[in-house]
């Protein structure tokens, strides 16, 4: 008996506090069931302007750490958001030690997007255009990583890079964003 009004109760609290959507004129849940309130998670952005100096992957956990070090020690959990603001690079994380990575990560990307298809149309800019634009969008634009105890929670041989995808180097904006 207690179960079958206890389920009950929670029913119709239930219907007065969040009313069916298509019925506007019910009760406000403003009126009955206040927001819950969560604390406030503190948040800092910066941005890194980095010239890439030519095209391949470039590890750039250095100049994140550097960049964003006063913030980030004042945080025990958290995340770190890092975003690139353009079309033809991107960021990815991946093994930061042994340099022949980012060389075979290259060359399959060029080998997956290659260069100077006859079906391409977007080449205004010349015959890495559009291939740095597919690119872009199969490693992504934005990465995020936890906070632990001030430090990002990368592994081991884990590092950041920012991937070049166009011939002519150019600056690079990325924003990064603490929250914890």
Same mark, same amino acid.
């Given at each position: 008996m207690f179960h079958y009004l206890f389920v009950h109760i929670l029913t119709i609290s239930e219907f007065l506090c969040h009313p069916h959507p298509? $019925?506007? $004129?019910?009760?406000s849940s403003n009126l009955c069931c206040p927001e819950p309130k969560f604390p406030?998670?503190?948040?800092?952005q910066h941005t890194l302007s980095i010239k890439a100096p030519k095209r391949g992957y470039h590890l750039i956990t250095n100049q994140i750490l550097s960049t964003i070090h006063s913030d980030l020690s004042k945080i025990s959990q958290g995340l770190c958001h890092i975003f690139i603001q353009h079309t033809s690079a991107g960021l990815t994380i991946n093994e930061n030690c042994d340099s022949d990575v980012r060389h075979d990560m290259e060359q399959t990307m060029n080998r997956i997007v290659p260069q100077n298809q006859s *079906? *391409?149309?977007h080449t205004a800019e010349g015959p890495d255009d559009f291939p740095a634009h597919m690119k872009s969008s199969i490693i992504g634009c934005e990465v995020t990583v936890p906070i632990t105890k001030g430090e990002l929670g990368l592994g081991t041989w884990q590092g950041v890079y920012l991937c070049e995808f166009r011939d002519r180097p150019t600056t690079r904006n990325v924003i990064i964003t603490l929250m914890g």
């Open positions: 298509r $019925n506007s $004129n019910s009760f406030k998670m503190p948040t800092t *079906y *391409y149309r």
